[in-house]
Structure formats: structure tokens, C-alpha cells
């Protein structure tokens, strides 16, 4: 076993994967550990000062309680973006982390959201270069709702739109990609992304929509979004109800 590493990654799924890959890329001390190693983590503690948690939010204050009397003397770090803990670090990665890695130097391009009134990320991991924020402790969870709301609830809603064209009408996902690629294309670099009857407040359009996702459990999603873009109340769903 190496000694006298600085950091210690604790945790095997896609985000320390993909950590561990990063320091490895930036020849980082890291020791890695997770519970189906064959070494116990009490043997492991002494060797590091920096003590790295890439686990689920619901496990991290578990961690830190259980494993308390060997803590003492480590900085904690953690990567949610939505948990503060008094005494302890956090440096969440805005970024999304799929199953397989990315290129060693898009990495380096991740920003990282750290807590105003806390160490820097700079102060945290020397030796990266990272894009680097803070933000109050306090703010975390709106934060974390709308950085959870752009990626997961479009790559549900991507996702749930490809199976019905394939499986509905047959239509084969290559088809489907350049749209998307668009899609992403036009967020990424135009002032005015946005298309559709929404835009052209073509109402004709959204009835006929909503009638044909009458059975659909995305109707309440379709709604949902109409009511936000065109700054209504639940109200509207009157005159739709009466329209359809």
C-alpha cells in the first residue's frame, strides 16, 4: 500500500469513476476505497489528509458520523450539490457523468461550485485548474433543483420521446439524432432557441396536441410547461378542459 497520500476517494459509482480517472490523468496522490474492497477503510484513514466523498447524499452524514473518531484531524470533502455540512467541504461538478469516460482533457473543463465562507476550490485541490464559483450554503438547494431539472428531466423527457417515435411509428433513432443535435446546437448559440406553437401562440395547435395526449402521462407535463412559459394559473386548465 503507497503511504502518505494525500487525498482518498471514497466511493465506486459513475462519479468517482470518473474522478478517479481525472486525478489518475493529473497525477494526483489518491488512494481509492469502497466497500467491496479488500482492505479495510480504518487502515486506510492514517495515510491521507484529504478525505474524498463520492457517494449518494443520503449516505454522507452517515459516512461522517460513523466514521467520526478517525475524521478528526482530515478535511472532508464532499461532491453533492445540494448537502451543506457544518465543518465540512463541498465541490460540486457541474457536469453530468454518464457510464463511460470522457477525453483526459475535458476535465480540466468542468466547473466546480463551492460554498462562499468555506475553502476555495483552489484551496481544496492545488493542483487543478478547474473553472471554480462559489455560491452561500444556503442557496444549494435551488441550485442543485434547477442543475437536476436541465439534465434529468430532459434526458427524460429525450428519452421518453425516442421510444415513442421508435416504437410508436417506427421511426429509427438515427433519424431522430440530428434533430436533437439541433436542438442542443440552437440552445448552445442562439438568443431566440426556442420554436414551435408556443412561440407562434398558435392555440389551435396546443388543443389539438392535448387532445392527442389525452392518455398520456406527459399531458400534465405539456400543461405544466404552458402554464410556466405563458405565465399562467392552474386556472387555464378551465378553458382547455371546455376547448378539448
Not at 482492505?39 to 449518494?56: N, R
Not at 459516512?63 to 450539490?81: A, E, P, Q, R, Y
Not at 417506427?170 to 440552437?186: A, D, R, S
Request: charged fraction near 25%.
Amino acid at each position: 500500500m503507497q503511504k502518505n497520500q494525500k487525498y482518498l476517494l471514497i466511493g465506486n459509482g459513475r462519479l468517482a469513476s470518473h474522478l478517479a480517472f481525472y486525478f489518475d490523468y493529473k497525477n494526483m496522490e489518491c488512494l481509492k476505497w469502497n466497500r467491496s474492497a479488500n482492505i479495510s477503510l480504518i487502515s486506510i484513514l492514517p495515510e491521507t489528509e484529504k478525505i474524498l466523498l463520492a457517494i449518494s447524499d443520503d449516505a454522507i452524514e452517515k459516512f461522517i458520523t460513523t466514521n467520526s473518531k478517525n475524521l478528526m484531524d482530515k478535511t472532508i470533502i464532499h461532491f453533492s450539490g445540494n448537502l451543506s455540512l457544518n465543518g465540512i467541504e463541498s465541490a460540486h461538478p457541474l457536469m453530468t457523468f454518464g457510464d463511460t469516460l470522457y477525453p483526459e482533457e475535458f476535465y480540466e473543463t468542468i466547473p466546480f461550485i463551492t460554498e462562499k465562507g468555506k475553502s476555495t476550490f483552489k484551496e481544496l485541490f492545488p493542483e487543478l485548474s478547474n473553472p471554480n464559483y462559489q455560491i452561500n450554503s444556503t442557496d444549494k438547494p435551488l441550485y442543485h433543483a434547477w442543475c437536476s431539472m436541465a439534465g434529468n428531466f430532459t434526458t427524460i423527457l429525450w428519452k421518453s420521446f425516442e421510444n415513442r417515435l421508435t416504437e410508436n411509428f417506427n421511426i429509427p433513432k438515427e433519424v431522430i439524432l440530428p434533430y436533437l443535435n439541433k436542438i442542443t446546437e440552437n440552445i448552445i448559440h442562439s438568443k431566440n432557441p426556442l420554436t414551435g406553437p408556443f412561440v407562434r401562440k398558435d392555440f389551435e395547435t396546443i388543443k389539438k396536441h392535448r387532445e392527442a395526449l389525452r392518455d398520456d402521462s406527459f399531458l400534465n407535463i405539456y400543461d405544466e410547461f404552458f402554464n410556466c412559459y405563458f405565465n399562467k394559473k392552474k386556472k387555464d386548465e378551465a378553458y382547455f378542459e371546455d376547448s378539448c
